[in-house]
């Protein structure tokens, strides 16, 4: 029956998930802004002088909602229950509790309830919302360099590679015309052409990794090499000439078709990563090392999301009741910190340097006991341990 009363709310525990609630969902709110925020200013520098600039902005920015939701979510819950709990004590609501008989562990019910619900949502985001975001924004960034002028902004190109250099000059924006241009480009056989003009163009086609440059009043000199008797590389004849047009490929931005999903261990959904494999045409072509280092990360970052209530409770009711702004900001970085080194231990893993039980579990495993047996010295404590 007390086990059973356990998970029987009541106007307390209504009273404490209240006062939890109202703290946290300003918080989520505020976190999911200044992080949408950060996205709206990348965002922004692409699409910026596009026509349709408010439709593209809300398409890439709603691509980062469910994702930065489920960030924002964590650090509500954590801001939440510390805001909340020593609010609690401060108000001395917390002794008027227990002094009903609600123990510290009973007070704790509607924190953990929430944390769970938080770790179902984040366990949807982290296994299928946050690889579609990550592929989805590669994708928006290339169809945005797919139908936009070469360069948004206008000014000068440079492109090398191939044996084959192009510098045009004075690019004005979305009309992609130029003022000069000039193309020096060597051959196997030892020819090198080197060309000169103006006014001209630069097309983009569809689908097709190239553009394509247009010049009218061009000059051209050519240039024939050869090596002498001691092995260096002289001209051996030239010739100059003139042209009315001009036309060739130039590779600044690849315009054709995005990729498909699934080239590296982020952009996998939970089940790929544990037991389908890669998408489509990545099949067996990603390492499983970094894999199953990032579906473990991703198990982890799951389970941490349980903890947060009890390292935020206990960085604001012990040693007293009054926690100070300092207790807050160390509560709030411990909880960062050790997210980040979660990132950073994934990534000695991705490269299978160390496996995961040593970056990922066995911290996390260390963590849990701190926390466990922290709780229950805490629950020893006179007033904490009572009949509920």
């Not at 509500?76 to 609690?88: H, I, K």
């Not at 002028?149 to 000014?155: F, T, V």
């Not at 699934?262 to 990563?273: A, H, N, V």
Request: charged share 15%.
């Amino acid at each position: 029956m007390q086990t059973l009363s356990f998970f029987k709310f009541s106007r307390i525990d209504l009273y404490v998930l209240w006062v939890i609630l109202r703290p946290m969902r300003n918080i989520f709110i505020f976190v999911l802004l200044i992080l949408e925020c950060v996205r709206f200013r990348q965002g922004l520098g692409l699409a910026l002088h596009q026509d349709n600039l408010v439709a593209l902005m809300i398409t890439y920015l709603s691509q980062w909602v469910a994702l930065y939701s489920g960030l924002a979510m964590q650090m509500a819950l954590a801001v939440g229950v510390m805001l909340g709990f020593a609010g609690l004590a401060q108000n001395r609501e917390l002794d008027a509790m227990h002094a009903l008989g609600y123990s510290l562990h009973r007070l704790m019910v509607p924190a953990v309830l929430l944390s769970l619900l938080v770790a179902a949502a984040d366990f949807c985001i982290l296994g299928w919302f946050q690889p579609l975001s990550i592929y989805n924004s590669a994708n928006f960034v290339h169809q945005i360099q797919r139908f936009v002028s070469l360069l948004p902004e206008g000014g000068d190109l440079f492109v090398s590679g191939g044996g084959k250099t192009v510098l045009i000059d004075n690019i004005a924006p979305k009309s992609n015309e130029f003022g000069k241009i000039f193309v020096y480009q060597t051959y196997d056989d030892g020819k090198t052409v080197t060309t000169g003009g103006s006014k001209g163009h630069v097309t983009i086609v569809d689908d097709d990794p190239n553009q394509y440059y247009d010049v009218e009043d061009v000059r051209m000199m050519q240039i024939n090499l050869a090596r002498n008797d001691q092995g260096l590389v002289l001209p051996e004849a030239y010739n100059a000439s003139s042209s009315s047009k001009l036309k060739g490929p130039v590779r600044a931005i690849d315009t054709s078709r995005f990729r498909k999903r699934g080239s590296s261990e982020w952009e996998m959904t939970f089940d790929e990563l544990a037991w389908s494999g890669p998408p489509g045409d990545y099949a067996g072509k990603v390492s499983p090392i970094p894999m199953q280092a990032e579906l473990n990360y991703r198990i982890v970052q799951v389970l941490y999301i349980l903890l947060l209530p009890f390292i935020a409770v206990l960085f604001v009711i012990e040693p007293r009741r009054n926690p100070s702004p300092f207790r807050f900001l160390a509560g709030l970085l411990t909880i960062l910190a050790f997210h980040q080194f979660l990132g950073m231990a994934t990534s000695v893993s991705r490269k299978g340097d160390l496996p995961v039980l040593v970056t990922l579990w066995l911290p996390f495993m260390i963590l849990t006991l701190v926390v466990f047996f922290r709780m229950r010295w805490l629950s020893t404590k006179p007033g904490f341990n009572t009949a509920r």
